[in-house]
């Protein structure tokens, strides 16, 4: 137990510290806990951005609080939100103090030119896992397309280049998604 303590601990404060764009790029980091510890599996992960998205809060910050009361209780979640969060604390405050300093030097617009990108291919490939997992299911030892999933994902990603629609929170789909998944069980 208190070993576990601390693996949270610095599971998160890992995630924490190298996470860079917020919390979409905590997914691939929590993918990677879920193949090394048996915490959570890779569907659940697509249950806690589900959930994530539709309480109030960061993405991250939420999957943290999710994965740590799952891991350790209330404490667990407390702990593993913390956790995560200090190395923002660190960082925020150390670029504050000196990014202004330094903001114009050529090795650190060079850094940030190319951090973004890696960024961008760590949310990709976050976006493709999470695609994989909720749109196959397993049967018989393999990954087959899952037809009704796959057909609601066709609707909601349809319905949201609409104009009007595109601009609905993410909640009232999220909404939706759940009631079409209990009326798809009768």
Not at 27 to 51: C, G, H, Q, R, S
Not at 99 to 107: C, E, P, T
Not at 140 to 167: D, N, Q, Y
């Amino acid at each position: 137990m208190n070993n576990l303590i601390w693996l949270l601990f610095y599971e998160f404060f890992k995630i924490g510290l190298f996470a860079v764009g917020g919390g979409p790029a905590t997914i691939p980091y929590l993918m990677d806990l879920a193949e090394k510890y048996d915490w959570f599996t890779m569907e659940d992960v697509t249950n806690m951005i589900a959930i994530s998205e539709s309480t109030p809060g960061p993405l991250g910050l939420n999957m943290a609080t999710y994965v740590g009361v799952d891991a350790l209780g209330v404490f667990g979640g407390a702990w593993a939100s913390i956790a995560l969060t200090i190395p923002s604390i660190i960082v925020i405050v150390l670029v504050a103090k000196f990014l202004n300093n330094f903001s114009q030097n050529r090795w650190v617009k060079a850094a940030f030119y190319t951090i973004r990108p890696a960024v961008a291919g760590l949310i990709a490939a976050a976006v493709y896992n999470v695609f994989v997992v909720s749109l196959f299911v397993e049967q018989a030892g393999e990954k087959v397309l899952a037809i009704k999933t796959c057909i609601l994902f066709v609707i909601v990603f349809a319905l949201m280049k609409v104009k009007k629609l595109g601009k609905l929170h993410p909640v009232v789909w999220l909404i939706g998604a759940a009631l079409v998944g209990i009326i798809f069980q009768f």
